[in-house]
């Protein structure tokens, strides 16, 4: 077992200067005996895709933050690691964040690890980053697996130019306002997703962003790693067919002549029916009844229920 730096241990450390907003004092480089925040990137699936400079230095950190040290454990057990575990996740990055300030200004190594991927990126860890920049801290960077990165390289898509937005807000509308904001961007289009909410934001941006090339990938890097690609109403179409599972990464190429779905009207005054609208959509977007329904209430702003009642009016007259 690896001997523990005593500073690190030490929780009668004196309290920490103020933690203000003042802008961040020029940062030296990491010399001996000076303490150092590293920010390294841990597999996403495969266990096998860490760095030996990751390994090398998680064993020499004196404490590595994580946000599940039951999931990070798997890690260190695989590579022989002993090194000390602390949470540090979204629920707690308030208050450990400090504390491991305080740690790092005593001359402790700290490592900062997400779950999977790259700290940061869709992950906690800002906070800390943030502060110890604006306390002299060196941050340094541990490059290696990020889900963004496998799956936009291997996407087919084009990547001299792409926007990630993470993922999108988890309520309907303020997804639809998100995406909206996103349509006159002209690159790649890049989204982290959960499997249960993929339906939803694929219809969703079918209606707003139009029926462009996309790849949904899933599980990158573990046994099930699948890539689909096609339209998004031809994805729609599959997922519905069969709901995907595990970490998804949701990629959009750029809009094109192909990606543009045909209105329903101008004005108000020139809107065709519903039932109209509806038949289009399935017949040139090979959707069923029910998806045509939902997407063509979504163009126009109802909701589900109203647009039901619409349809059936139309059709009684």
């Known amino acids: 077992m690896r001997k523990q730096n005593s500073r690190s241990n030490s929780r009668s450390a004196p309290t920490p200067r103020e933690y203000s907003d003042a802008p ?9 005996g000076q303490g150092c925040l590293y920010l390294i990137a841990t597999p996403i699936g495969n266990l096998e895709d860490i760095s030996l400079r990751a390994i090398r230095l998680m064993k020499e950190a004196d404490v590595i933050a994580c946000e599940d040290t039951r999931e990070t454990r798997k890690l260190l057990t695989r590579y022989d690691i002993h090194t000390r575990l ?3 996740h979204e629920h707690n990055e308030l208050t450990r964040a400090p504390e491991l300030v305080i740690v790092l200004e005593q001359g402790a190594k700290v490592a900062l690890v997400s779950d999977a991927g790259t700290p940061l990126v869709s992950d906690p860890g800002h906070r800390l980053v943030a502060l110890c920049l604006r306390h002299g801290i060196p941050v340094v960077p541990v ?4 889900a ?12 001299e130019q792409f926007l990630f937005a993470g993922f999108l807000p988890s309520r309907p509308s303020e997804r639809r306002k998100s995406m ?6 002209p690159s790649t289009l890049v989204f982290y ?9 694929l ?19 573990k046994l099930h790693e699948e890539f689909r690609r096609g339209r998004v109403a031809e994805l729609i179409t599959s997922f519905r067919e069969a709901p995907p599972r595990g970490e998804i990464t949701v990629i959009f190429g750029p809009a094109d002549e192909d990606s543009h779905l045909p209105t329903s009207g101008e004005s108000a005054g020139g809107e065709v029916p519903l039932g109209q609208r509806v038949d289009e959509l399935m017949e040139k977007e090979h959707l ?12 126009r702003g109802l909701s589900k229920r109203e647009a039901y009642k619409q349809l059936l009016i139309h059709r009684d007259d």
């Open 86 to 88: 602390e949470s540090y």
């Open 193 to 201: 997703e959960a499997p249960h909410r993929i339906l939803e934001m």
């Open 148 to 159: 963004l990165i496998a799956a936009l390289a291997a996407s087919g898509m084009p990547t």
């Open 203 to 221: 219809e969703d941006a079918l209606s707003i962003l139009g029926n462009r090339s996309c790849v949904v990938a899933r599980e990158v890097t």
């Open 180 to 185: 909206r904001s996103l349509t006159a961007i």
């Open 24 to 32: 961040a004092p020029p940062i030296a480089t990491h010399t001996p």
């Open 143 to 146: 490059p290696g697996a990020s």
């Open 288 to 299: 069923d009844r029910k998806a045509a329904l939902k997407l063509a209430a979504r163009e």
